[in-house]
């Protein structure tokens, strides 16, 4: 009985996560989350953790590579173009809302599902529209380094489950501290999964509020606190609660993950029903926000974690990572579609820029509406990779080591 109740502790309790090393990270100072570290489980993580990173998908010459990926980095503004400023202020509130498992097929205005995401759809004609952006990865902690530090999915692991390099990663978050935003996350799941907790300390966030800090009574499915709780508690924090401003806020949902099971029913399908749900809580949310002051001066950015969960299975990989990127707020000055080709990484050098911050440390991202620079979506899965222009839409297989897909009126360009 007592080796069966240790299994617990040394599991790390009954959530979603077990043990890791976010469990400690508690402080923005790094030395202080390191001391807190058990030496020995260190030691046992690395050991059974051993990865030859340096002999993966090695393709071609590393001169050859080092110099094909400096051509498709940012590039300096040229000195006869100019940026599209699309915001009416510098210093907006940011409030970044991460969608569990979205894509544009479930938006009736990008060619995907009717009466599903009726608000992603209005405010996609309200603000500015991203129409060919792609998710970089196909997993939740891939998908947040992408969008947070601008550092693309990787096929077959996640940065995030190694705490010694996140630590050196950018970040928005950091690059907004220093411009002195405020900081904090909200999730309604387990802060821990994936080693989540220590990145978002690393990355600079000052107060993350998850799955603990709701009462038993409002956790009531597998991830925790529901879509319309978490809203909820974070509008009263808006509200209540005197704010720093400008801030910088993450709203991550999670009710649109499978099992799908959600307080709420509209739809017959049971998977439509629950990203019906998601959608109508972000349109509660923003509908109840914009009667605050807060509203003229913010930024809302809208972005899903990976790719869609919806429809499965996909046979083309192309059409699984599309995803919508919509920007609304009293700080838009106006609606706008782009369809310039991005990706989620792409994220952090185009909002820092509109706000006249550098980004130079965001060595893949690149800034969206810099004419100057190769626009492209670029995509992985443990199998394969993908990467999207106008011109060529390509896929290959890692394990058959082969063009899997290859459309477009250049067809094979993004493998010269």
Request: glycine share 6%; charged share 20%; with cysteine.
């Amino acid at each position: 009985l007592l080796t069966a109740a240790l299994f617990i502790p040394i599991r790390g309790g009954f959530s979603v996560s077990t043990m890791n090393l976010s469990k400690v990270y508690y402080s923005q100072n790094q030395r202080m989350n390191h001391a807190a570290i058990n030496p020995a489980f260190s030691f046992m993580y690395s050991a059974t953790h051993q990865n030859n990173f340096d002999k993966q998908y090695r393709f071609m010459d590393p001169k050859v590579a080092d110099d094909l990926l400096a051509e498709m980095l940012d590039k300096p503004v040229a000195a006869t173009d100019s940026i599209p400023q699309i915001l009416n202020t510098q210093r907006p509130n940011i409030i970044f809302i991460i969608l569990e498992s979205f894509s544009t097929h479930l938006m009736e205005t990008m060619g995907g599902q009717p009466n599903v995401a009726v608000n992603m759809d209005k405010f996609g004609k309200e603000g500015v529209l991203f129409t060919n952006f792609y998710a970089n990865s196909f997993r939740t902690d891939r998908g947040l380094a992408s969008i947070i530090s601008g550092y693309p999915g990787q096929p077959s692991t996640s940065i995030m489950k190694y705490p010694e390099k996140t630590d050196g990663l950018p970040s928005i978050p950091r690059s907004l501290k220093n411009a002195g935003y405020s900081l904090e996350y909200y999730y309604g799941g387990d802060a821990d999964f994936t080693n989540m907790r220590s990145y978002l300390v690393s990355s600079g966030i000052e107060k993350i509020i998850s799955e603990t800090d709701f009462p038993l009574s409002e956790r009531q499915g597998k991830w925790g606190a529901p879509d319309h709780t978490l809203f909820q508690r974070f509008l009263k924090d808006l509200k209540e609660e005197k704010q720093q401003e400008p801030f910088f806020k993450i709203v991550q949902t999670s009710s649109s993950h499978e099992p799908f099971e959600v307080p709420f029913y509209r739809l017959d399908d049971k998977v439509l029903n629950a990203f019906a749900y998601a959608d109508s809580c972000v349109g509660d949310f923003v509908r109840q926000y914009k009667e605050t002051p807060m509203w003229k001066n913010t930024l809302i950015v809208l972005v899903p974690d990976h790719l869609g969960a919806y429809p499965r299975p996909v046979e083309n990989p192309l059409e699984g990572h599309t995803i919508p990127l919509i920007l609304i707020g009293g700080a838009v000055k106006e609606p706008r579609v782009v369809d310039t080709y991005a990706s989620q990484i792409d994220i952090a050098a185009t909002l820092l820029s509109q706000l006249g911050l550098p980004h130079d440390d965001f060595t893949f991202s690149k800034n969206i509406f810099n004419p100057s620079s190769p626009h492209f979506g670029y995509f992985t899965e443990p199998t394969l990779f993908g990467m999207v222009t106008a011109e060529n839409q390509l896929v290959y297989n890692l394990d058959a080591n082969t063009v899997q897909i290859d459309e477009g009126t250049e067809k094979g360009a993004n493998l010269e």
